[in-house]
């Protein structure tokens, strides 16, 4: 039996997702970077599915280690060593840059105080490949409205424990497109929860 902490989230969630990321690529290899991995259960679900996909998990330091215990039990050859992630601090790591047709985060966005959103998209923006892909999955406010009762209270209680709480889709667009980030499309998914998906745009200089 799995001893490691597990999220009942990512277990309900994990099949849907997976599902979308399939239909947004092409059977071709692909190298995703995922922001944010947690206990390491979308990691190795997706690699699972999908031995074409090279998966990098990150996690900030404090998180690490359970990632690192389950990414070793997975013995998944496309999942490549969990390493050390800070939005906004960790570009300066060699072979990161431009190197990712995807990069792909669940659950974070309404974790991260306003301040560090700008720093994530320029992550995005960095760690993409021209054209490539970031798709955000979780809870987003539309024209300042919450789409269930349920995420309006999630959004307080967030804010309650010192988090900056659930988005509005408008001010993530303007910080992708600040950033060479163009939303392309949300998707619909269980339990009041969304994907958006933004595609790196070439930039003229």
């Not at 979308?20 to 947690?38: C, H, K, M, N, T």
């Not at 900056?164 to 408008?170: A, F, L, V």
Request: a negative charge; one cysteine or more.
């Amino acid at each position: 039996m799995d001893d490691l902490p597990c999220s009942e989230a990512s277990e309900r969630n994990k099949r849907p997702i997976l599902d979308v990321l399939a239909s947004l690529l092409s059977d071709r290899p692909q190298r995703i970077f995922e922001i944010g991995s947690g206990t390491g259960q979308h990691a190795t679900f997706f690699a699972a599915a999908h031995p074409q996909w090279a998966w990098q998990p990150s996690e900030q330091p404090p998180n690490l280690d359970i990632l690192k215990q389950r990414y070793q039990r997975s013995e998944l050859q496309n999942i490549l060593p969990p390493i050390s992630f800070e939005v906004g601090e960790s570009m300066v790591t060699p072979g990161l840059h431009d190197a990712w047709d995807l990069v792909f985060t669940a659950n974070t966005l309404h974790i991260m105080l306003p301040d560090r959103l700008p720093f994530f998209f320029n992550n995005a923006n960095s760690l993409l490949k021209p054209q490539g892909l970031l798709v955000c999955y979780g809870p987003f406010m539309e024209h300042g409205e919450h789409n269930s009762v349920s995420n309006r209270e999630f959004d307080a209680a967030l804010k309650t424990q010192g988090c900056g709480g659930i988005p509005d889709i408008s001010q993530l667009e303007m910080l992708a497109e600040a950033n060479d980030l163009r939303f392309q499309q949300q998707i619909e998914m269980p339990a009041n929860n969304r994907i958006l998906v933004f595609q790196k745009i070439a930039s003229f200089n």
